[in-house]
């Protein structure tokens, strides 16, 4: 499995942003795909996850209302649109992806197996 995250950049507080990921190497049906962020000098933390089979969600309270994660099967693409971003929100943003997750551990970074290189997002006036 493959994954290849882009879209990142500078934007200023408040601001509008949109991280594509594109993966490959499997049939996905079974698998969860999940955006996890690093600050800097932080750990690694959960975002956002979907379901590829159905696209049921989560959200970590951080960022409930303000980012969207959604997919695109036909473009093999997860996406994860940001909203209202603050200065806290600049991170590498990073996709994974894991087979057989069951939602209540959708937000556990341990579970998954698969990721690749990160996208970095800025906030900062």
């Known amino acids: 499995v493959q994954l290849q995250a882009s879209g990142g950049g500078l934007v200023q507080p408040g601001g509008s942003l949109r991280l594509s990921c594109a993966v490959s190497?499997?049939?996905?049906?079974?698998?969860?795909m999940g955006w996890f962020r690093q600050p800097p000098g932080k750990e690694r933390e959960f975002v956002a996850a979907?379901?590829?089979?159905?696209?049921?969600?989560t959200y970590a309270d951080a960022v409930k209302g303000r980012f969207m994660i959604f997919k695109d099967t036909a473009k093999n693409a997860v996406y994860l649109q940001m909203g209202s971003l603050k200065l806290e929100d600049t991170a590498s943003y990073y996709c994974e992806a894991a087979r057989g997750l069951i939602t209540s551990v959708m937000s556990n970074p341990t579970k998954y197996t698969y990721w690749g290189q990160g996208t970095l997002v800025t906030v900062s006036s």
């Open positions: 190497g499997s049939t996905f049906n079974s698998y969860v």
């Open positions: 979907i379901k590829w089979n159905g696209g049921s969600t």
